[in-house]
């Protein structure tokens, strides 16, 4: 079993930025891919990125790209998302989520990953 724990999340004004974490409790991190979605209230969840097991293999929904960036550190088993300029458009809960998966793979669909963590709040004043 495979649990997330996201950190990073809070307040902050419009054209901040902000910095999220998530943490997995195995030591093989390495071998799952990583998604990062976010929902907010009265909306479905949305796909924001995701990261392949290839540190450098992302991808990010159209409206986001430019601002927000997926990187991962598989030494410490930790993926982050770092967000700049955010709107207050971009104010929800931030999930990641993990499979374990080919080198390559990529995941867009929120139904394709099997572990969650329990989201972290952010909200961008403006």
């Known amino acids: 079993q495979v649990q997330l724990v996201e950190s990073g999340g809070g307040l902050v004004q419009a054209g901040g930025s902000l910095r999220l974490s998530c943490a997995a409790s195995?030591?093989?991190?390495?071998?799952?891919?990583v998604g990062w979605f976010r929902q907010a209230p009265g909306k479905e969840r949305e796909f924001v990125g995701a990261i392949s097991r290839i540190p450098d293999s992302t991808y990010y929904a159209d409206s986001l790209k430019g601002r927000f960036v997926i990187s991962r550190d598989n030494a410490k088993n930790t993926v982050a998302l770092q967000m700049i300029s955010l709107k207050p458009e971009d104010t929800a809960v931030y999930y990641c989520?993990?499979?374990?998966?080919?080198?390559?793979?990529?995941?867009?669909?929120?139904?394709?990953?099997?572990?969650w963590g329990q989201g972290t709040q952010v909200t961008v004043s403006s």
């Open positions: 195995i030591g093989t991190f390495s071998n799952y891919a």
């Open positions: 989520a993990a499979r374990r998966g080919d080198y390559a793979l990529i995941l867009r669909s929120r139904y394709e990953y099997d572990y």
